[in-house]
């Protein structure tokens, strides 16, 4: 979850927890949250401001307090890996058209100079190091999907290696935050108390990186000599 994205989340939490308080009954919540997840999912991998990993933590935290535990986190787990997959293959295909299109390789230029140098140069040497394996590892650390995703762009990666790596990916970004739905929704008794622990753990282990990055630069910048 990118910044932008966390902040969002933090606007939104007292809604959230709100709509928490008066969850509908069981087979209401089956029959409009699994397609509710399924959409925010995939249309958070399309747009990347979109809280992704609160979604599905929030939605495990609910999951958790349902009549059968195991199978509405299996369905979570599966409806979630399905739309970020799903997700992930469709804009990386967006991605490559543009790529072919007229004025493909000028649109890749402008995209390659706006992202930021280097997460982008991280990427482009883990890509060339390990190969499809780090999709994986992409997924699971906050705003890092894009560079990573950008860097098989500009590598010009197959859709079918693409693919590869997004099909295992997917299941270990979402079961890594459906962990942290679990372990909001097990420490308290009422469902809307489990998504709010389970959307404040989420914010902060996607924030922690990018504030520790801020920090070490800054410790950087203040050792370098002036002049």
């Not at 709100?18 to 209401?28: C, G, Q």
């Not at 992930?88 to 706006?114: E, F, M, P, T």
Request: proline content about 7%; charged content about 15%.
């Amino acid at each position: 979850m990118c910044p932008a994205g966390a902040g969002l989340v933090i606007e939104l939490l007292p809604d959230l927890t709100d709509l928490a308080r008066s969850l509908p009954s069981e087979s209401t919540q089956q029959a409009v949250g699994y397609p509710s997840l399924f959409l925010l999912v995939m249309l958070g991998s399309l747009v990347p401001v979109v809280p992704t990993g609160a979604v599905v933590s929030s939605a495990a935290a609910v999951a958790v307090h349902q009549s059968t535990p195991p199978l509405s986190l299996l369905v979570v787990f599966a409806v979630a890996s399905l739309a970020a997959f799903l997700g992930d293959v469709v804009l990386y295909w967006l991605g490559r058209r543009g790529v072919r299109s007229k004025n493909g390789s000028r649109r890749l230029a402008r995209i390659h100079d706006r992202a930021a140098p280097e997460r982008l140069a991280q990427a482009e040497a883990r890509l060339t190091e390990h190969g499809v394996a780090v999709l994986v590892l992409s997924r699971l650390i906050p705003a890092g999907r894009i560079p990573v995703m950008l860097a098989c762009l500009l590598a010009r990666m197959p859709m079918r290696r693409f693919v590869r790596g997004a099909g295992p990916a997917a299941p270990a970004w979402a079961g890594t935050y459906q962990l942290i739905g679990i372990l909001g929704g097990s420490l308290f008794r009422e469902p809307w108390e489990g998504v709010a622990a389970a959307v404040l753990l989420t914010v902060a282990i996607s924030t922690a990186p990018s504030l520790w990055r801020r920090r070490r630069s800054r410790r950087t910048a203040s050792s370098e000599p002036a002049g």
